[in-house]
């Protein structure tokens, strides 16, 4: 019994660990895509967007949809659902997609992948407060 206890003590102490360094690591990736925000604004406001190239756009594209992948990434380290892991992956091919000049048959991968997790979303995950009941006369 005494060795059962131990083990269960020792299991919540690693948890424990685990969780802090998850925190720490969070707000480390958050402290990094907030010093990355002031490069990103700088070029912008150093470039004349009405001449803007599409070079130049697609760099900027990238590296914002780049800093809201990473933010996603650190709501899903704080909250662990899979609503939240479902929305990493969604913004994760999307970025993807918008962002690489992809073939046809790619970005239809794409699109079906981030088809298939909406449906996933929809149909599979049940969010907390939803009740079973549908409302009436809908």
């Known amino acids: 019994m005494n060795n059962s206890r131990i083990k269960r003590r020792l299991n919540e102490i690693i948890y ?6 998850e925190i720490l690591f969070s707000m480390i ?7 990355s925000i002031v490069p990103l604004l700088e070029n912008l406001l150093h470039t004349s967007i009405p001449n ?4 130049v756009f697609t760099q900027f594209l990238s590296d914002a949809l780049t800093l809201v992948v ?8 704080c909250k662990h659902t899979a609503e ?4 990493v992956l ?9 962002v ?3 073939n046809t048959l790619e970005t239809l991968i794409g699109v079906a992948a981030i088809a298939a997790l909406f449906a ?8 907390q407060g939803e009740n079973s009941q549908k409302p009436r006369g809908k």
């Open 16 to 21: 424990q660990v685990a969780r802090y360094l």
């Open 29 to 35: 990736i958050l402290l990094v895509i907030a010093i």
């Open 52 to 55: 803007m190239g599409r070079d």
């Open 70 to 77: 990473g933010l996603e990434f650190v709501k899903m380290l």
């Open 84 to 87: 939240t892991l479902l929305e």
């Open 90 to 98: 969604m913004f994760a091919t999307a970025r993807q997609m918008v």
């Open 100 to 102: 690489e000049h992809l």
């Open 120 to 127: 996933t979303q929809k149909y599979l995950i049940v969010r």
